[in-house]
């Protein structure tokens, strides 16, 4: 019984550290795109809730790859999405979709 409440609970944390929540992650974006993905960034970078979710999406993929350097920002982005999976590039474009609401 006691093994099965162990691994049970290791289950669970697995899990949960596997789940993309986007809002956690996107406050990490916040401290630069603002709280609700509003803000023009160094006044060039043009605001998240700006673009589509399919362009976001892609420009995440491309600065995570290093072959986007827009407004010469492309050495920050890729050390910002360092270690962020699919899913949780997903679970990010959800919740800045969600801000328009």
Do not use: W
């Amino acid at each position: 019984m006691k093994k099965l409440i162990i691994l049970s609970a290791l289950a669970c944390i697995g899990v949960s550290t596997f789940a993309a929540d986007g809002a956690t992650l996107y406050k990490k974006c916040a401290v630069c795109h603002g709280a609700k993905a509003d803000k023009v960034y160094l006044n060039k970078v043009p605001a998240l809730n700006s673009l589509t979710k399919a362009e976001r999406l892609q420009f995440m993929k491309e600065y995570a790859a290093g072959t986007r350097n827009a407004y010469g920002q492309g050495a920050i982005m890729k050390i910002n999405l360092k270690g962020l999976t699919e899913a949780d590039f997903q679970a990010i474009e959800n919740y800045i979709e969600s801000l328009k609401k």
